[in-house]
């Protein structure tokens, strides 16, 4: 909402106007992270034009020429194609996991200690290191690689959710006990919502770990799809494909994140404005 | 009846034990509204949550009706200080928890939660959700949710205290007028103010601290109904005065004990 100033003028009469200065003209992060970004670009523009030879560093331009005729490569959709199924099914499996197995183990202590000291290993550990083992250990099919992506989000998903049931206040809990509300009614009305935020918050931060996971899949597992095509752009020093390929990952994981914070906001609607 | 039978709580946590009562024993007549007055660490809300059902008494035992306190029931409801009210339901379900807890179909609840929340002063704020409301106005809600399941007896704990001092006024005599329209409910109201207690209550339980036990029992000598001319009148201002100045006599001693602990701690 505007400010409005009143101010009496000059004559007597009042004046109304809305505020305006440097705050509300910043105010828009829209605004703001556009002008950020075109900073980006025009920073990489000159430095690539600045450099005798660019190879391997190409300008913002050959850049996006290299986009255009990437989209129009069959190929290029053909290796998404490879590297999206695994991502969703290890995605959805390690947010439905997540989610169900630390509501379980939000509301049973037993079930929490039990889990916790692997809980706490894996996701304090850098998921990367596991991927030699795991290829070792499953191979390289559309298993292991969905395998892969599981781990990175998972764990993200799983603590939230403890986490989202052990913040519900001692008071929301006196209260429902004072009004003999049932377990199974409780879960549905209380807790169930009382966890939502931090659930949403893991779910949103587990796809991020689910993205960068399925690039790591396919970087140090195998190379079938985006991974391959990342390789094969290297090795022919097409610099301009490569980094599209790059900024065409990043485009797929920001889409993913605006997603989710889409379905936050919409699933926590009751916050308003916060 | 509420009858309170030799009651003791000692809290153990980390290896310490706190003695939050000793042998407390007081009764309240049906229909009678009570206040539990005294300074803060006395126990007071321990034992109202004790008739909630929510704690259990090392020793001794609370009867509601004749038969012992082991649990919340469906003949009591709490107000809490802090209201308590579900940040992400809307006024009416969250007025209508309580009648949620007990199967009440959803048509009926909201038809009965809708007249109660008239009822507080809230008709037309059905929609809105808990943040978008004052303090005063969310305990209204609390209020509301809580008279909706039709209690016998009515547990209030510091129902006021988050308030500030104008909106508690307004509060107070409307928890006043609304308590003599409905005025078959057993009443317990804890509070630390003596002015909110000689108000509202027919009897103040004076209670004091270290172990929190019961000091006192006045009968508040104020004809009902009463209403907001009482708060004026030069008998009210003496009587308040005289047990406020009780309060504060204990409040003082207790902090020169806490002061005597201390150095003997140290020494």
Redesign the interface.
Same mark, same amino acid.
Do not use: M, Q, T
């Given at each position: 909402m505007a400010d409005i100033d009143s101010k009496v003028d000059g004559r007597g009469e009042v004046a109304t106007s809305p505020r305006r200065g440097l705050g509300s003209l910043l105010d828009p992060p829209r605004l703001v992270g556009g002008a950020a970004l075109i900073a980006g670009f025009v920073a990489w523009e000159i430095y690539a034009r600045s450099l005798e030879n660019n190879i391997f560093f190409p300008t913002v331009g050959t850049m996006a020429e290299g986009l255009v005729r990437l989209v129009q490569d069959p190929d290029f959709w053909g290796a998404y194609r490879l590297t999206l199924v695994p991502f969703l099914w290890g995605w959805v499996t390690s947010m439905a996991a997540g989610v169900a197995i630390g509501l379980i183990a939000g509301l049973s202590k037993t079930t929490w200690k039990l889990i916790s000291p692997y809980v706490a290993f894996f996701h304090a550990l850098p998921v990367s290191v596991l991927v030699p083992v795991m290829v070792v250990a499953f191979g390289i099919d559309l298993l292991a690689r969905s395998s892969v992506v599981f781990l990175f989000g998972f764990f993200e998903v799983l603590l939230s959710t403890v986490v989202g049931i052990g913040y519900i206040s001692d008071d929301i809990r006196d209260m429902t006990r004072s009004f003999g509300m049932g377990p199974v009614r409780a879960f549905r009305r209380v807790v169930l919502p009382g966890a939502m935020p931090a659930i949403m918050a893991g779910l949103r931060i587990g796809t991020g770990r689910a993205v960068v996971g399925m690039v790591v899949m396919e970087l140090l597992l195998v190379s079938v799809g985006v991974g391959r095509l990342i390789i094969r752009y290297r090795a022919l020093f097409q610099a301009d494909l490569l980094y599209a390929l790059v900024v065409t990952l990043a485009i797929f994981g920001l889409v993913a994140l605006a997603a989710m914070r889409r379905l936050e906001n919409y699933v926590l609607r009751w916050r308003g404005d916060a | 009846m509420i009858e309170v039978k030799s009651v003791s709580k000692i809290f153990t946590r980390n290896g310490k034990s706190f003695e939050a009562l000793r042998d407390v024993s007081f009764g309240v007549a049906t229909g009678r509204f009570i206040s539990l007055i005294g300074p803060s660490g006395c126990g007071k809300t321990t034992l109202l949550?004790m008739m #909630?059902? *929510?704690i259990e008494p090392t020793e001794g035992v609370i009867e509601i009706g004749g038969k012992e306190v082991t %649990?919340? %029931? &469906?003949d =009591?409801?709490?107000v +809490?200080q802090?209201f308590?009210l *579900? &940040?992400?339901?809307?006024v009416l379900t969250n007025a209508a +928890?309580?009648l @949620? #807890? =007990?199967?009440i179909p959803k048509k009926e609840r909201a038809e009965i939660a809708r007249a109660h929340l008239d009822r507080v002063g809230l008709g037309g704020f059905e929609r809105h959700?808990p943040? @978008?409301l004052s303090g005063g106005m969310q305990q209204r809600v609390g209020i509301a949710r809580a008279l909706a399941?039709d209690p016998d007896t009515l547990l209030m704990d510091e129902p006021f205290g988050s308030l500030d001092a104008i909106t508690r006024k307004v509060m107070q005599h409307d928890l006043l007028r609304l308590w003599q329209e409905t005025a078959t409910k057993t009443t317990v109201f804890v509070t630390h103010s003596m002015e909110e207690a000689a108000l509202l209550a027919d009897e103040v339980v004076v209670m004091d601290t270290r172990p929190g036990r019961v000091a006192q029992v006045v009968e508040v000598p104020f004809p009902r109904p009463r209403d907001q001319a009482l708060s004026d009148s030069p008998d009210y201002v003496q009587f308040t005065a005289e047990l406020s100045h009780n309060l504060e006599q204990m409040q003082r001693i207790d902090m020169a004990r806490s002061l005597d602990d201390e150095s003997n701690a140290d020494g």
């Open positions: - | 949550k #909630a059902g *929510l %649990g919340s %029931g &469906p =009591r409801a709490l +809490f802090n308590v *579900l &940040p992400w339901a809307d +928890f309580g @949620e #807890a =007990r199967g959700y943040h @978008e399941v």
